[in-house]
Every structure is written in structure tokens, then in C-alpha cells.
């Protein structure tokens, strides 16, 4: 037994194996952990909800007195996703399974298959207000490119990954690497990507983004201005002036619509940048990982001297970004120079407000990807009609059981939220090229309309007779039920 | 605050899960129902004594093991001796190298002691032990990275070969390794000599001075490790081709040495998204890469 031990050290008795455990790591059986000097249990509601939500008794075997037998699923209620369905070729056989089963009264037919998508990728939605690079410029994953950063949204910065030219269209370890990337982020793993000219960023679906190491909170409440906007009301009698500073457009008080409209008097701030309409700045800096997404770690450095003529000692001036994350407050002296003090008690409650207001920042990943090419001779003989059933939502189309949305316009192109998918529900081939589960669900008649392989269609229960490989899940709480009739299919 | 162990069946109604502090097992019975319930209740039964027998002598199994060590007295103890043994003057090994594989084999015997079934498996954490009656196989799916499990082949293990065992070990794994490899699958005569030779061949998946690989003292992870301060994996940086291709030379060297003692059949060494496979031309066992046709979409 090691005899000296570093300070916070536990000893776990929860097994005889009475492991030692370092601060900040777990036990040999990862379920027990030194957190801050305390052991705690890390795991445990996982395991124990998992097994309530799927109604599995938590009772020792043995008290079942040998009565075990494969527990008979009721029809209607399962679902069979394409998950490891894998499928037949050449393309023109009809899909591996095609169920039928009923659902209020309704004949409904299921095609599961797995495609292989060449053509896909994943667009990465990252709230952070942080410039995370220009716009068009590379993303790297291990050093290959792997897709690019395309258009901002409001509060996020938008990723597009992936697609046929990176998959196949470059070097064989640019395709690789590629492929890598779009599996672990729709399996839910993190991955770390780089921005030419830009920041680092480790990102895993439905988790905070960390960028160059920082992780991110928060989402901003709004741009400066309409932080303005909407917190003048409070500043208001309390402070002399507020600087919002903003990457985007930083809102200055006093000369505000808002700051206008409440009488506040002309405090002679003069802002870098360009002024966009009164109170609004555009580029105060450049784009960065400091203050509200700018370069900036002094936000007096966007300041240029008061004006004499407005201002006066002792003006009161408070700087905060738009998370809220940094604040200063500062008075002015003799000189009108800004020497920074104490928060006072009165402005804390507002730059608490804007934190409060600000959304937790996650990542979310869309898989995005194209039935168009023969994937769709699996479910029927005439493939343009299956595109024109999912058109017209007769036919629903559901990725592991959630709800994909279909783009209008020609052929089946869809996008799905990743975190609803089961885990794991993607694959690879070493095309390279990932491999997606797709089903398409619709009345049986309309199946037999649209030239569908109806010799082929089996009922559910035989299809549940095969459990051999068949692992059975819990819905998504906030899926749809895909096999209910007359919803539409880009529901969600 | 011990807590108890966990016997459950899982949700789909098949397979049974025990639990034990670090120990973790799926177990799977195929063959008459009557039998699989005999089959369940008696691993159940002999599950929940194994960890207190192996916590009784574990500073024995925590020390490098050597031709004159005193034996252990446990009879899973036993197993996990036996099978470091062929290795114990060449390389520093403890018994733990085969804890893993020696408890689902042990797990393995009480239920064949009690029914007469088609197969069996004892899967405790990627560590196998299997059971084949005559004409029965098992199909079993292989993953270059745990952290990351697409299949990438598929092994097919009749009764016909002499393949009762399969481990896999590797520096992402939950145990410690020495070397660089993502993961090594072995295929055995027994669980518990694969769990020793996937270890072994795992820290020999290496390459001594290369710049990137974050290695350190096991003891500072883990302050009990039974590799003391020995330097273990906790970072691999993207290798080149001529780097992978060295530590997989490197690896496949033991490996062969191994397969030609015939301590194992044959070892899939994974690294960075190559593959090597080392296996005699007897061994019927074999992987085959993965051939899923699948629809173009």
C-alpha cells in the first residue's frame, strides 16, 4: 500500500476494493470520484433512470425464482428504427425491413434502412458571441480542413462541416478525418476544431462550447444597443452614463434613443469606431474572445478623451459586455479621466439582470444529408414518387425515431437534431462516407399507390420475433411518435 | 457504506447485468429456457462472493508477479497467476493484467457447471469468455476506438477452434497501459490469457522518445495503481504513417512471438486508424473486414 499521499486524497469504502482516490479523479470503477476532497457518486442516476424509464425492475434475479422469460412487447407500441438494420443490395431489392403494423385503426407501413451519405454533413450552431474566425474561412479538425464557418446567427456562431468534397473530393486523410469528425459529433463525442485565422474551439452536441479553453456560459441577452434598450429604464438616476460593449453594435446611454426618450443629459463620451445611428457603434475593435466578442481586455481602450464641453468630474460610468460576464465601473476625476472604482451596490442588480437574461450557450448539431440517389429504390420502384409522398407528407420521415425536416424543393434532403437520435445511431464505411438510419412511415395503402415492395412488407410482431439482434429503447420524451397517422412529416 | 451488488435483467430481456463495485458484467445464455434460468441464477450466486475473494489478497495480486512469488490463494487469484506467468520474467506484470478476463471465465465455469447450454458469454467490460456448443458460433463485432464504436469487422468463432477467450486492451481503455495503441483484441483458449497477452501486447505498441505522447506515473493518477510509478499513456498526439507503421512493427513483433508459444491465436492491433493483424495460417478464426453492403443514398 502507498504509504504518502497527497493532501485531499480519499478512501472510498463503497467497495472492498478501497481505492484511493486522487482529488479530481474517479475510482477503478468510474463511478465513484474525489470531487473537491469529497467522494461522490457520478454515476448513479444514470444507470438507476435509465432502468426506471424502461420499467426494468431493479429487484435481484433471484427473487424471481427462475420465472425469466423474454418479456412479449405489445405491437403497437414499438417502433423499429433503422439503427444496425443494415440493408440489401444492389439498390433496386427492396430495404431490409419493411414493417406493417397497426395504429388506430390504420394499416401503417414502416421502411427501415441504413444509408450510406456521401453527401452529407452537419451544420454546428455555437452560442457564443466570441469570433470564433472569418467567415468563409477553413475549419480544421486534426489538421485537415473539414468544412467551413459560414453565417452568423444572432447570439451564435454557425460551423458547416463536412459534405462531398471534403468526403471525397480531397486527400484520402482530408476524407478520413473528416468522416471522423461528423461520426463523433453526431454520436454526441466532443471534438476540437480550429479556425484558420481564428480561435479553437471543443465542441460535443447539446454541451457549452469551450473556446481557446474558456467554456462558454452564456448567451449574450442582445446587441449593445438593445441591451440599451432594455435595461435603460434601471440605470437610469443611477449611473451618468453606460457603455455596452458590443462586437457587433455597442450602445452607448446618453446618446441612445432609449437614453433620449428618459432625458439623460449629454455626458460628452466619445467612442471609437464607427457611429452608426445615435448611440450605436459599429467595429469599436477588432473581433476577439475578450469583451462582448471584440480583441478588447481594457474596455477604456475604446474610449477616446471626454469632451470638455459635456462632461464633468465625478461622472459616473459603467462598461459591461453583453453577457454581463465583465463589467467596470468607473468616475471621472479633475482631468475627466476615468478612474475605475467598487461597483455600486445600486448597478449590481442590473449587470446581475443582463447575466440572468442571457441563455445557457450549448452546441447544437443538425445532421444534414440527402435521400435523393437510390437509397430511395429500397422503398419503392418508382423512387420520384416516394420524394413526392414525402412532399406531400403522406409519407413521414424519422432518423432512429426523430423527426427529421425536409427541405422544399427537389428530392429528399433533411436535416435532424443529432441528441434526439438514440446513442451511437451512426456508422461509417471507409469510403468515406457515414452511415444514417432513415425510415419512412405511411398508410398502407398509400405504400401500395406509390409502387411500393408490398410482397415484402412483414407484421411487427414477426419482425420482433428476430430479438437476437434487437435492443429495445425508450422514446425521446419530446419525439413525436412516428407511427402516428395524419402528422406531418417536418413536424417537430 | 458497502454497496450491494447489483443482479438485474436488462431491458431487453435477455441478457443479465451484475455489478460489483469495479466489476461489471453482460451475460448472455442461448440454449432451452430451463437452462438459461439455471444458467443465470447459478453466475448470479457465484457473482456476489468474487469481489471480496479477490479484495482478501489484493496486495499479492498488486505486485509484480516472478517464477518464485508466493502463489495466491483465491481460486479466480489462481487464474489471474496462471495466465501472467508465461510473461512474468520478461516484462514487469501483475495478476490485475488478467482480473478481468479470470473473473468472466470463473463466472463462465459456474454456469456451465449448472446448465447444458447451446452458447454462453461472460462480457466483463470487453473482456469475453465464451461457450460454444458443437456446430454453435458466435459473430462478435470489433471497434478500432471504445470512444468511438463503429464496427470495423467482424471475428467468427465456431466451436470448431479452440477460441473460448477475447480481450482488448489499449491506453483509452479503463485500465492503465504503457503503450500507444488504441486498442489490441486478442483471441485466446481462455479469457484470462488473453486479458494478459491483449496487456502485453498493448504496452508493446510503442515507440520510446516520441515527442507528443503524454505519459504519467500510474501513481500519480491512481495512487494504488499496481504499476506504482511506472509512466502510463494519457495522450497520443496524431502520429505519422512511418511513426504508426513502427509502433505497430513493434507490437506485431510480440504479438508473433506470442501466437508462436501458442499463448494466443490471434491479435487485431489497432492505432490512430490502422490496422495490423497478426495470426497464424492454422487458426480458423478469422477477421474479416467489415463487408455491410448498404443502400447509396
Known amino acids: ?492 | 457504506m458497502r454497496d450491494p451488488a447489483l443482479i438485474r435483467m436488462l431491458p431487453d430481456g435477455r441478457r443479465l447485468h451484475l455489478h460489483d463495485g469495479p466489476i461489471d458484467l453482460i451475460i448472455e445464455a442461448n440454449g432451452d429456457p430451463q437452462a438459461i434460468s439455471a444458467a443465470y441464477e447459478a453466475s448470479a450466486r457465484r457473482f456476489v462472493s468474487i469481489l471480496d475473494e479477490l479484495c482478501s489478497e489484493l496486495p499479492l495480486l498488486r505486485a509484480r508477479a516472478r517464477e518464485n512469488s508466493e502463489r495466491p490463494r483465491g481460486a479466480v487469484a489462481q487464474r489471474m497467476f496462471a495466465a501472467v506467468e508465461p510473461y512474468c520474467e520478461r516484462c514487469f506484470i501483475t495478476p490485475m493484467a488478467a482480473v478481468a478476463g479470470a473473473v468472466a471465465e470463473t463466472i463462465l465455469e459456474s454456469i456451465l457447471g449448472a446448465a447444458s447450454l447451446d452458447r454462453a458469454y461472460v462480457n466483463n467490460g470487453g473482456d469475453i469468455a465464451l461457450h460454444l456448443a458443437a456446430n454453435h458460433f458466435y459473430r462478435v463485432g470489433t471497434v478500432e476506438r471504445p470512444d468511438r464504436p463503429s464496427l470495423f469487422g467482424y471475428l467468427e468463432i465456431s466451436a470448431a477452434d479452440s477460441v473460448r477467450g477475447i480481450a482488448t486492451s489499449g491506453w483509452r481503455g479503463r485500465s492503465f497501459s504503457l503503450g500507444i495503441a488504441d486498442a489490441v483484441t486478442v483471441l485466446a483458449d481462455c479469457a484470462s490469457a488473453a486479458d494478459a497477452a491483449a496487456t502485453v501486447i498493448a504496452n508493446a505498441v510503442n515507440l520510446p522518445n516520441l515527442p507528443g505522447i503524454t505519459r504519467v506515473p500510474a501513481r500519480e493518477i491512481s495512487p494504488d495503481s499496481d504499476l506504482g510509478d511506472l509512466l502510463v499513456t494519457r495522450g497520443v498526439d496524431p502520429l505519422c504513417d512511418s511513426e504508426i507503421v513502427a509502433a505497430l512493427d513493434s507490437g506485431a513483433r510480440t504479438a508473433e512471438i506470442l501466437c508462436a508459444q501458442r499463448l494466443i491465436h490471434s491479435s487485431a492491433l489497432c492505432l490512430q486508424g490502422h490496422t495490423r493483424i497478426v495470426s497464424p495460417l492454422l487458426v480458423q478464426a478469422s477477421i474479416e473486414s467489415s463487408q455491410r453492403s448498404l443502400l447509396h443514398a
Open chain 1, 1 to 492: 500500500m502507498p504509504d504518502v499521499f497527497p493532501p485531499d486524497t480519499v478512501r472510498c469504502d463503497a467497495c472492498p476494493v478501497l481505492c484511493y482516490i486522487k482529488r479530481g479523479h474517479a475510482g477503478a470503477c468510474d463511478r465513484y470520484a474525489n470531487l473537491e476532497g469529497q467522494l461522490v457518486r457520478v454515476d448513479p442516476h444514470i444507470l438507476l433512470d435509465r432502468a426506471k424509464s424502461q420499467g426494468t425492475p431493479l429487484v435481484p434475479f433471484l427473487e424471481r425464482e427462475g420465472d425469466w422469460d423474454g418479456k412479449i412487447m405489445k405491437g403497437q407500441e414499438t417502433f423499429v428504427t433503422a439503427i444496425g438494420a443494415g440493408t440489401t443490395y444492389p439498390d433496386y431489392k427492396p430495404a431490409p425491413f419493411i414493417v406493417s403494423s397497426e395504429v388506430e385503426g390504420v394499416d401503417m407501413v414502416t421502411v427501415v434502412t441504413e444509408g450510406i451519405f456521401s453527401y452529407c454533413g452537419v451544420k454546428l450552431k455555437i452560442d457564443t458571441d466570441r469570433h470564433l474566425g472569418p467567415e468563409r474561412n477553413l475549419v480544421r479538425a486534426q489538421g485537415e480542413p473539414v468544412g467551413h464557418v459560414t453565417t452568423a446567427e444572432y447570439g451564435s456562431q454557425m460551423l458547416s462541416l463536412g459534405g462531398v468534397h471534403h468526403l471525397t473530393g480531397g486527400s484520402k486523410s482530408e476524407g478520413r478525418v473528416t468522416c471522423e469528425t461528423l461520426l463523433d459529433l453526431c454520436n454526441g463525442q466532443e471534438v476540437e476544431l480550429a479556425i484558420d485565422d481564428g480561435a479553437s474551439v471543443r465542441v460535443a452536441a447539446g454541451k457549452p462550447p469551450v473556446v481557446n479553453g474558456q467554456q462558454e456560459e452564456r448567451m449574450r441577452v442582445g446587441c449593445g444597443s438593445a441591451t440599451i434598450g432594455m435595461f435603460a429604464k434601471q440605470w437610469f438616476g443611477k449611473v451618468d452614463d453606460v457603455v455596452v460593449v458590443d462586437d457587433h453594435i455597442t450602445g452607448v446611454l446618453s446618446e441612445h434613443q432609449a437614453g433620449k426618450l428618459l432625458g439623460v443629459r449629454e455626458t460628452g463620451i466619445a467612442i471609437q469606431g464607427r457611429r452608426s445611428t445615435p448611440g450605436r457603434y459599429f467595429q469599436v475593435a477588432e473581433p476577439g474572445t475578450g469583451w462582448g466578442g471584440t480583441n478588447i481586455s481594457d474596455p477604456l481602450t475604446i474610449l477616446k478623451p471626454f469632451k470638455a464641453k459635456f462632461a464633468w468630474p465625478y461622472l459616473r460610468l459603467l462598461m459591461v459586455s453583453t453577457t454581463g460576464e465583465q463589467f467596470a465601473y468607473y468616475e471621472l476625476d479633475e482631468a475627466l479621466r476615468p478612474v475605475e472604482k467598487e461597483l455600486p451596490e445600486a448597478l449590481k442588480e442590473s449587470v446581475g439582470r443582463i447575466r440572468e437574461n442571457c441563455e445557457p450557450a450549448l452546441t447544437t448539431v443538425l445532421f444534414m444529408g440527402g435521400a435523393g440517389g437510390s437509397l430511395r429504390a429500397g422503398v419503392t420502384e418508382n423512387p420520384v414518387k416516394l420524394t413526392d409522398s414525402v412532399k406531400r407528407k403522406l409519407t413521414r420521415v424519422t432518423c432512429g425515431g426523430a423527426p427529421a425536416y425536409i427541405w422544399p424543393g427537389g428530392g429528399i434532403t433533411f436535416m435532424v437534431d443529432v441528441t434526439r437520435m438514440p446513442e451511437n445511431a451512426f456508422g461509417y464505411v471507409p469510403t468515406p462516407a457515414l452511415v444514417a438510419p432513415i425510415e419512412f412511415t405511411l398508410k398502407k395503402d398509400d405504400y401500395a399507390v406509390l409502387g411500393g415492395h408490398v410482397d415484402y412488407v412483414r407484421p411487427l410482431v414477426d419482425v420482433l420475433k428476430e430479438k437476437e439482434r434487437q435492443r429495445q429503447l425508450t422514446s425521446h420524451a419530446q419525439n413525436p411518435w412516428p407511427l402516428k397517422p395524419h402528422a406531418g412529416s417536418s413536424e417537430s
